[in-house]
């Protein structure tokens, strides 16, 4: 089955620089690859997602590249804002699953002033 | 705009002890999930329905059932409560054929 590694587990950047968070994957038919982004005692919202046939998607500020032969994916945040202080998570779906969603263990982003 | 909730914010519960966390969507979503978010594990599904009075085994089922009698509503219990069960339970809920997931507010459970 699908397994997900996301590092770093914590990072922390000044205000206005750029941050990325990386995820891996194991399972090549995976297909659909989101970033959800709790802030704290709030519930994860969906941020950004990218399919399997676009290499990289923007929104804004936020960035999201994937790169299927490495089987990795990487959330890009430029000119980081205190608002972008949460935990931020990755997820991958195969096209097995049922839908279901393998979720990567979180990044703790903090933005310091 | 989708909402989920949950029926409690947070819960203190004793070793044994039968627990019930309901979650309920009004956007008519088929799918229906459960999870427990531990720091430094993610989200973990337990079950997971995609109709009425249908469920699925997620990564982590034990100790744990579900039920679906309608479809609005997902409940997730714990027969018989545990202190390992202590954590943060998330619902969350979608379109059949669409991946995006909506959560609810979660349930902070302590078992004592």
């Known amino acids: 089955g699908e397994n997900v590694e996301q590092h770093p587990s914590t990072l922390s950047v000044q205000e206005g620089d750029s941050a990325v968070i990386k995820c891996t994957y194991s399972?090549?038919?995976?297909?659909?690859f989101p970033w959800y982004k709790q802030e704290l005692g709030k519930r994860p919202q969906l941020i950004i997602d990218?399919?399997?046939n676009v290499g990289e998607k923007k929104d804004q500020r936020i960035a999201v590249t994937l790169n299927k032969t490495a089987k990795h994916f990487s959330l890009h945040i430029t000119e980081t804002q205190p608002e972008d202080s949460a935990v931020y998570f990755c997820a991958a779906r195969s096209v097995d699953s049922n839908y279901q969603l393998i979720w990567g263990a979180g990044t703790k982003l903090i933005i310091k002033p | 705009d989708v909402k989920v909730t949950q029926s409690s914010r947070y819960l203190v519960k004793r070793t044994g002890e039968k627990v019930f966390l309901e979650c309920v969507q009004d956007?008519?979503?088929?799918?229906m999930f459960w999870y427990r978010q531990d720091p430094g594990l993610g989200l973990r599904l337990i079950y997971f329905s995609y109709d009425v009075k249908m469920k699925e085994k997620g990564d982590i089922p034990e100790g744990y059932s579900v039920s679906r009698e309608k479809k609005e509503r997902f409940s997730l219990i714990l027969e018989s409560a545990s202190t390992n069960q202590t954590s943060m339970y998330l619902c969350?809920?979608?379109?059949?054929?669409?991946?995006?997931?909506?959560f609810g507010p979660g349930t902070r459970l302590l078992v004592l």
């Open positions: 990218i399919r399997s």
């Open positions: 956007m008519d979503h088929e799918n």
């Open positions: 969350a809920s979608s379109l059949l054929n669409q991946e995006t997931q909506y």
């Open positions: 399972d090549s038919a995976s297909n659909y």
